[in-house]
């Protein structure tokens, strides 16, 4: 093992809901929804319209700055609707779903003897490459970059996250063809990290062509910038690329069975669900089949954890990089002299509250935001949630008023919006720190392309 890491900053936040080591087969969803949306700086090109019938594996569009990025159907059917926003912006692609699914026959290379080359194009073509994704700016790779190494997290730190362990187990030959494969797309390493507080699954202690390390810490130590950031930092002008365990084991299912299976296992969690647990679904899946078994009482549901995943209705759609689906209360009901009431079933980092006199304490927390946005201070919130060797709230404000040169000295190449969801969460000013980290690496993208 190279690298047993520790951190300290960061915290857990421990809720109610959490899905139990049950896996059933989610019910039939009968449309399912790729959404360009989901894929940031892409520019859809469609190449179907409503009413084409398609197969697994066709593909619906690709992304008009990179010609070679294919985005392909993950069930056969009927090209039902193609939803536009504003200026025309393409949100949704909807398909009527077969109930018996109908497979392309994709031309993959053997993944054992093809260069390099070749295999990137098998991956471009079977619409694999978008599970691929690259630090700096958070985007879909670059197909004719070469990263300076490769970085798997096996393990998701953040609240009522999918166990990994639990889904790969008994995966192991496959997710290690997967990884054969993106071991031939660098020259560097690929570094697999797994929960150094948990016995990690023997697909990923057996994994080989590999470095391997461990990591502990409250989270967000399972987020994989905060890895990287401590085992091999991203300077200017270098490029690293990141994937998920699950995409790595259909990139090895694809190749093994030469067809695409968009199977996934998803986490459905909350606890507004009635029972959590973990169901077998297919991507971009109706998330109606998935909460079907909701409290009642205003929910939020949520495609992703509860920091980072996006607001969806009930019967949305889940996200392509999803594994986690979350139900919480909404909240939003008064409360008798607000945040001044000593109330034990409030969670905060500090002291002001009980909270921490109750480490192991689970709690049904709600969406409310306890406040509005106000006045943006300089204060050590951040710091303590926060493991990087980056001062975050100068990196925000550097971003606020687009100083890129600030912005590159700070270290905005080494981070995600993901990495400051705690920040967020903790901020008494109520600044939308994701969104802002966010718009600041776009912005730097586009100056940087």
Same mark, same amino acid.
């Given at each position: 093992m190279s690298k047993a890491l520790k951190i300290k900053r960061g915290t857990d936040i421990k809720l109610a809901g959490e899905a139990e080591k049950i896996l059933a087969d989610a019910s039939y969803s009968e449309t399912i929804a790729i959404k360009p949306t989901d894929f940031l700086g892409l520019t859809p090109k469609m190449l179907v319209k409503e009413g084409d019938e398609v197969k697994a594996g066709t593909p619906i569009f690709y992304d008009k700055n990179n010609e070679k990025v294919k985005f392909v159907s993950p069930v056969s059917g009927e090209i039902a609707e193609i939803k536009r926003g504003a200026k025309r912006r393409i949100l949704e692609v909807i398909i009527i779903a077969?109930?018996?699914?109908?497979?392309?026959?994709?031309?993959?290379?053997?993944?054992?003897?093809?260069?390099?080359?070749?295999?990137?194009?098998?991956?471009?073509?079977?619409?694999?490459?978008?599970?691929?994704?690259?630090?700096?700016?958070?985007?879909?790779?670059?197909?004719?970059?070469?990263?300076?190494?490769?970085?798997?997290?096996? +393990? &998701?730190?953040?609240?009522?996250? %999918?166990?990994?362990?639990?889904?790969?187990? !008994?995966?192991?030959? #496959?997710?290690?063809?997967?990884?054969?494969?993106?071991?031939?797309?660098?020259?560097?390493?690929?570094?697999?990290?797994?929960?150094?507080?948990?016995?990690?699954?023997?697909?990923?202690?057996?994994?080989?062509?590999?470095?391997?390390?461990?990591?502990?810490?409250?989270?967000p130590a399972g987020n994989v910038g905060v890895q990287i950031h401590h085992i091999a930092p991203i300077n200017k002008g270098e490029v690293v690329w990141t994937l998920k365990p699950q995409d790595v084991l259909t990139i090895g299912k694809v190749f093994e069975s030469k067809k +695409? &299976?968009?199977?996934?296992?998803? %986490?459905?969690?909350?606890?507004?669900?009635? !029972?959590?647990?973990? #169901?077998?679904?297919?991507?971009?899946?109706?998330t109606k089949v998935l909460f079907h078994e909701v409290k009642e009482g205003a929910t939020r549901f949520i495609s992703g954890n509860v920091l980072s995943g996006d607001k969806i209705n009930q019967d949305g759609y889940l996200g392509f990089y999803d594994y986690e689906v979350t139900a919480i209360p909404e909240g939003g009901e008064p409360q008798m002299f607000g945040w001044i009431t000593p109330n034990p079933n409030k969670f905060s980092i500090s002291r002001a509250l009980p909270a921490w006199l109750m480490p192991n304490k689970k709690y049904n927390l709600t969406a409310d935001m306890n406040g509005e946005e106000r006045p943006f201070v300089v204060s050590e919130e951040y710091d303590k949630v926060f493991p990087f060797d980056i001062y975050p709230v100068q990196l925000i404000k550097s971003i606020m008023i687009e100083d890129i040169e600030m912005m590159e000295n700070l270290g905005i190449y080494e981070v995600a919006p993901e990495d400051f969801a705690l920040c967020e969460t903790v901020c008494t000013s109520k600044i939308p720190v994701q969104t802002i980290v966010r718009e600041g690496l776009e912005k730097l993208r586009i100056e940087m392309s």
């Open positions: 077969d109930k018996e699914i109908k497979y392309e026959s994709l031309d993959l290379v053997d993944s054992t003897s093809a260069s390099r080359e070749d295999l990137v194009n098998s991956l471009c073509n079977s619409g694999l490459w978008p599970f691929i994704i690259q630090r700096p700016y958070c985007v879909v790779a670059n197909p004719n970059d070469k990263p300076r190494a490769i970085f798997i997290s096996a +393990f &998701d730190s953040a609240p009522l996250a %999918a166990d990994n362990d639990f889904i790969l187990h !008994s995966h192991g030959e #496959l997710f290690q063809k997967g990884l054969d494969i993106i071991n031939k797309l660098t020259d560097g390493k690929v570094h697999l990290t797994i929960n150094g507080k948990a016995k990690a699954d023997e697909a990923f202690l057996n994994a080989k062509g590999v470095e391997l390390h461990s990591i502990s810490g409250p989270h +695409f &299976d968009a199977s996934r296992v998803v %986490a459905v969690a909350g606890s507004q669900m009635k !029972s959590p647990k973990y #169901l077998r679904t297919i991507m971009g899946t109706n």
